[in-house]
């Protein structure tokens, strides 16, 4: 009964007559068909977004293709991408674009059509799907921004995020010299790729992926060559820029669908569950990422928790490294849609590198928390310092690592 009167004594006129406490009942019933309309219209949504990923992905990498059979083509596109023998300039390079588009799916999705259209070497494409690691942290650092005007709360907040990229930085500079000298992550990549091969149907085009998406890529470039009359070289351009726009456009769509269905619903779960020690917190990170397909949706939402001093940096840790293992399923996918094996064993170097991060630095995290919460001090007195630290971290250090290692070509 206290109940009742308290929700009456809310509605609309203040009255707190029975007769309006009966009415109750009926909207919120009215309201729960709604409910799981939108639901399955999310659901649906979700499905054609993926399925339109898919096809993005083929199509990204039959325009190259297509463009590449011209000889004088084919060596052009090897001249743009010879910059990226340098490991350090692939390394710049998937920072920079995964920096500017906001999503390290995109980054190596794209890499793995290269990869599959033969204009990228498996080998330099590694170092930057290194570098859309560090790339994807700067949106939760962007995120701590937020909290800019109250420096306690700044302070929490920014340590939790560059915790990421300092998660990142330290991964790269140990594993990057070992991949490049001894194929440290290459080499199982490559004994992965062979245990779990591919059919050969699938190899040469067949296969599910390619039946459900070869009959919308056929009908496109039919339109581009006997609609448009459009020649060779004009079909493979507008067929991988268009592969390239509905790549990103699949994303972002799978992105705030995925959030919708699924976040709303977990962040009550998070004090109570999802933090009671590092193990759960990793396997969160994945799954919820997995769900969302996008680490830096992942990772941003827990940065207010942090500035609000719900949660701790230590806790936190494992989640962040959590959802870095948990985007590498967006690159597995990407590299069955491709099915070549060079793409295949891209997609699972990026899984073992932050497997691996994360057997070395979970341990360790004393390291990254270290540093970043010293960094946090620093910055939390000088906060125009954070500024500066985007900028530099996530755009002048790599442009500059291109231009520099570009003159020494």
């Not at 350090?88 to 674009?97: C, D, H, T």
């Not at 259209?117 to 494409?125: E, K, Q, V």
């Not at 010299?177 to 091969?197: I, K």
């Not at 799978?254 to 990793?282: D, Y």
Request: proline share 4%.
């Amino acid at each position: 009964m206290v109940s009742e009167s308290s929700d009456a004594a809310t509605l609309p006129g203040g009255t707190s007559e029975t007769g309006t406490a009966q009415v109750c009942p009926t909207p919120v019933l009215a309201h729960q068909p709604s409910g799981w309309m939108t639901t399955c219209i999310r659901f649906a949504g979700a499905m054609f977004f993926l399925y339109l990923f898919l096809v993005s992905i083929k199509a990204m990498g039959g325009g190259l293709k297509t463009y590449a059979q011209d000889p004088a083509n084919d060596a052009s596109i090897h001249k743009l991408f010879a910059a990226a023998n340098n490991p350090f300039v692939s390394l710049a390079v998937g920072i920079l674009i995964t920096s500017i588009v906001q999503s390290s799916s995109f980054t190596t999705s794209f890499i793995i059509a290269l990869v599959a259209a033969g204009t990228l070497d498996p080998r330099h494409a590694v170092p930057a799907i290194m570098g859309a690691n560090i790339g994807t942290s700067v949106t939760n650092t962007l995120v701590s921004l937020a909290h800019l005007r109250h420096r306690h709360e700044f302070r929490a907040a920014f340590a939790a995020a560059t915790v990421h990229d300092i998660f990142n930085y330290l991964t790269v500079i140990l594993l990057l010299p070992l991949e490049y000298f001894f194929g440290f992550l290459s080499t199982p990549a490559r004994w992965m790729t062979n245990v779990f091969n591919l059919p050969e149907d699938l190899k040469v085009g067949g296969g599910f992926v390619s039946t459900i998406t070869k009959p919308l890529i056929n009908q496109y470039k039919h339109f581009l060559s006997d609609g448009l009359n459009l020649d060779r070289n004009a079909v493979g351009i507008f067929l991988a820029l268009t592969g390239a726009f509905f790549l990103f456009v699949a994303l972002i769509m799978l992105v705030r669908i995925l959030k919708g269905l699924m976040l709303g619903r977990l962040e009550a779960l998070f004090r109570r569950f999802f933090f009671s020690n590092a193990f759960v917190a990793l396997i969160v990170g994945i799954v919820i990422t997995v769900m969302v397909q996008s680490s830096s949706v992942t990772t941003s939402l827990i940065i207010p928790f942090v500035g609000a001093g719900v949660l701790t940096l230590r806790q936190v840790f494992p989640y962040m490294v959590g959802a870095n293992i948990g985007t590498t399923c967006t690159g597995l996918l990407a590299a069955a849609a491709a099915a070549t094996s060079g793409s295949v064993m891209v997609a699972f170097v990026h899984l073992l590198f932050n497997l691996i991060g994360a057997a070395i630095f979970i341990p360790l995290r004393r390291i990254p928390i270290t540093l970043s919460e010293k960094l946090a001090r620093f910055v939390a007195r000088n906060r125009y310092v954070a500024l500066l630290y985007i900028a530099g971290m996530f755009v002048v250090l790599p442009v500059v690592c291109i231009y520099v290692f570009s003159l020494f070509r």
